[in-house]
Structure formats: C-alpha cells, structure tokens
C-alpha cells in the first residue's frame, strides 16, 4: 500500500510576521513543481494569516501548532470564557487544514495529557481538522526499555472512541523526546521498529483499510544529511521537522528525499 509521504515544518515560537513570510519567499520557488509528496508549514497563530494569504494556489499545506478543546456535558465546546485559548474551529475558519496536537514540549511545558490530546483530536474532527498527534518516549523511558510501552499507551489514550473513518484522516508523528532538538537522531531502526509497532495497533484497533493509510511522522532532528535513509523504511511516511524547517534550503531537500 503506497502512502503518499508527509512533509511538515513545526516552526514552534519562532520567526516574526516578515520573517515567515520571507522564509516562504525562499521555500516557494523550491518546492512548487513537487506533486509527488504532500508538503505543510505550520506557524504560529499570529502569521497565520499572513502565510495563508503566501501559500494559497500552492501545494503547500497550512497548519497550527496546538488547538484548546474541552468537553462539558459529553459536548466538546469550541468557543467561550477560556481567555488566550483558540479552539479548532478557529483554527479550521483561518484556513488550516491541519494541527499538531500533544507535541512533547507542550506535554513538557504545559502539562498536556493523553486524555486531554483525546478530546483536542475529537473537537477537531467535529469541525473537519485533521489532527498531527504526537508521541514519543523520553531518554529515561527508552533506557528502561519502555518505549513500545509508552508509545503504545500514548496511541490508544489519543485515539480512543474515534470511528475508524476518521482516523484515517489523522497522522501519527513519532517523535522521540530525546531526538528533538538534540542533533541526535533516531537510527532508521529504532524508528521503523517503533513506526511498525504503531501500524501493527492502528491495526489492531481500527482494521486493516485504516492502518494501511495512516502516515506515521518522524520527528526528531531530522535533517538533510538523514532524511533519506529514515523516509527508506516502510512504515516511515514522512517527517515532522524542528529546526531544519527554519532554512528553506534544508526544508526543501528534506522534501525532496520524501518524494514518491
Ligand atoms: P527538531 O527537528 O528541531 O529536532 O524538532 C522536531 C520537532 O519537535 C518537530 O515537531
């Protein structure tokens, strides 16, 4: 089953107004014949608008960095007396077509939890935003020997009650928290061994015709000089780039060894 690979640039806090649009003005001309991979960029909300307006007509994709979602009385509320928070119907009306929900330096930073990525990922669905959810072991999890474990935990927490029709709609970012940021890279095989673990229970618990076209993320450093071999392994369907996304030129030869 070929799946199309994913390429999508987290640009966390960083780059003012101009400076994104400048860092388009440089990409855009890189990347705009490639049809063959999918491409995202995904900025803070306040350039939103301004990157929107950059890469419509383009075959790049808009995302935002987190949404808030909470759910009173079995409804998930989108709107509200949540001062700084912006729900995904928010994010879905400025032009998103994606969100990465659960990153590991919100969990680390902002105390989010599977539970509550749980009811992000079902508020987003209810307003058609495709979610990126990500997770990851730390360095103390994968020398215990936890990493299967808490990847495993992490998937099922994430995705639970969500019908199988929409999850296939998501992405998956495995992104090992002692990868991000670090230089230091997974090997093809410590990621393909945990991409093939999430596959396996996509599979599990939403059957074959959805497991078959989830495209699991890497994250973690992922840069020019390893994209390569990393996006070789069969369950690796693309990547979710840090810092790397922040030079055009090192984005776009990522995107150009994730073409099909
Ligand atoms: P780096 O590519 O900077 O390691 O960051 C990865 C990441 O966290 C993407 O979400």
Redesign the pocket.
Known sequence: MARRNFVAG?W?ENLLTSEAADLLAELLPLVQNINDADIAVCPTYLSIATVRERVKGTNIQLGAQNAHAVEKDGKLIQSGAYTGEVSPAMIKDAGCQWV?LG???RRQYFGETDEGVNVKVRACYEVGLKPII?VGETLEERDGGETLSVVDRQVRACLKDLPADRVKDSVI?Y?PVW?????RTATPEQAQEVHGAIRALLRELFGDATADVVRIQY?????PGNAKELLAQPDIDGG??????LKAADFAAIIEAARG
């Open positions: 987290n966390k990465i990153h590991s330096e990500c970012a992104e990868a991000i940021g670090t230089g994250g973690g450093s992922m840069k979710l780039i840090g810092g790397a996304a």
